[in-house]
């Protein structure tokens, strides 16, 4: 139907499109494709399209590819060999852009080696002449060249038909040779614009997002040269950034990268706590040594390090965000509240091993004064793993209460951050786990276990 109207009322029409509108009416069916393909009618339309854009330095059109080509490679979203959507490299050599699997595929392009081998083999006698002016090269990172196997085979069989035509085969390769290095001069221009063109709007992107709060994301993210931000879509195009399509294309970044903040703290997390854990120890370990310099039979008997790691206090600066500067001087800040929290600790130690010990003997437990039960002659605990008898206060200082971190495993632990603190210090935190109150068979043999202590020399 549209095709019925005058050309002339199409040309109005069709000029309030751009290069991306015209690209996206050539694929809705085979009559607009045809129509749009046509360099006589359209030619203008597609420069006036391209003009629509408003891109500060678009280059007009190369002479050696038409509108629809040129609107193709530069403002298209699909791989041209598989057709996938995604993030591409644009080969302005080639006329055409590939995704990374494409580009790495000997499918697309061959190295230099191999082309030569390819040009032996398949010309003989006749592959003596300098090949490489007449196949334009593409040269990823400055260094190795690639080759594409489709011009490749069109210079194999273009030189084939003109065997026996000495004339023919001068004037084609003359021709051929010119064409390759206007490719490759005007190539290096719009490849130059090209990457300056994305840069200037993913840095416009990456200045809106630091002004959300996205900073310490980006500042990984540079370091990959903002690839995975360039994954995203809507990223690499080539087109102004507005207002109006920041609005509309944030939530999709948006969502990425709090899919990317989220494997990063997976993947730095468990470093910064190690780092942290180990700063927060060497605090502990100068406040407890003090100007002695060594440890004495109070510190023994108090919370050790792995104790002091897992009090809420400490706790909250070691797992804060992973964004978050935490110095040895913010720990030091915190443990001027060290003396109260160990006489929390060493008053909820006793009343621990109290109830334990009044539910064995089936007295109930009060909230104040229950610590007495530990005075009586009865009260003896168990350890079941080095099947000691001890009392209070020495049960505090024993060593299997404290584990060593190797004779457990991670995965033992609904708390994660319980192990870590373990690696960190040698030992674990003290636990209840291996004690058990003393049962009334074993009053004597824990009676007798006692006396052996007491008239022990040393």
């Not at 210090?425 to 824990?446: C, I, M, N, Q, Y």
Request: proline residues 5%.
């Amino acid at each position: 139907m549209l095709l019925a109207v005058p050309l002339d009322i199409i040309h109005e029409i069709f000029g309030y499109l751009d290069s991306i509108d015209l690209l996206n009416l050539a694929r809705t069916n085979k009559q607009l494709r045809d129509f749009l393909m046509s360099r006589k009618k359209t030619k203008a339309m597609w420069r006036v399209a391209r003009q629509n854009l408003n891109i500060e330095g678009l280059p007009d059109c190369p002479i050696y590819m038409s509108e629809p080509a040129y609107a193709n490679i530069t403002f298209g979203h699909y791989c041209h060999k598989c057709l996938r959507l995604g993030l591409h490299e644009v080969v302005w050599e080639f006329s055409a852009r590939y995704c990374a699997e494409c580009l790495k595929s000997h499918e697309v392009a061959w190295p230099e080696m191999y082309t030569d081998i390819y040009f032996t083999r398949v010309l003989g006698d006749r592959s003596q002449f300098k090949w490489t002016h007449y196949l334009v090269c593409y040269s990823p990172d400055g260094t190795r060249k690639l080759y594409p196997c489709s011009a490749r085979e069109k210079l194999v069989r273009e030189i084939t038909e003109r065997t026996e035509d000495e004339d023919a085969m001068d004037a084609y390769l003359v021709d051929t040779r010119d064409l390759v290095e206007t490719i490759q001069s005007q190539a290096r221009e719009y490849h130059d614009w090209y990457k300056s063109t994305l840069s200037k709007r993913l840095q416009n992107i990456v200045a809106k997002l630091r002004e959300e709060g996205w900073g310490a994301d980006l500042n990984k993210m540079s370091e990959e040269d903002f690839a995975p931000l360039r994954s995203y879509p809507n990223v690499t195009i080539l087109k102004p950034l507005t207002n109006d399509e920041w609005h509309d294309i944030r939530g999709h970044i948006i969502a990425g990268l709090e899919q990317y903040r989220e494997a990063r703290i997976r993947r730095e997390r468990p470093a910064i706590l190690r780092a942290r854990l180990s700063d927060l120890r060497r605090v502990v370990c100068e406040l407890q040594l003090g100007t002695r310099g060594y440890r004495t039979p109070e510190t023994e008997y108090g919370p050790q390090f792995a104790d002091i790691a897992l009090m809420p206090e400490f706790r909250a600066l070691v797992e804060a965000s992973i964004d978050v500067e935490i110095k040895r001087s913010t720990f030091r800040g915190v443990c001027s509240q060290l003396p109260a929290l160990f006489a929390r600790f060493n008053t909820n130690r006793p009343a621990i091993l109290a109830g334990m010990f009044s539910q064995r003997i089936g007295r109930p437990t009060s909230p104040t004064g229950c610590t007495k039960i530990l005075d009586l002659a009865i009260a003896w605990f168990h350890c079941d793993g080095c099947k000691r008898y001890l009392r209070s206060p020495g049960v505090f200082a024993h060593q299997c209460q404290r584990p060593h971190y190797r004779d457990t495993e991670r995965e033992e632990f609904d708390d994660p951050y319980v192990y870590d603190v373990a690696v960190a210090s040698t030992f674990h935190a003290w636990s209840t786990t291996k004690l058990r109150p003393v049962l009334e068979e074993d009053l004597g043999g824990a009676a007798i276990a006692h006396c052996i202590m007491r008239t022990r020399p040393g």
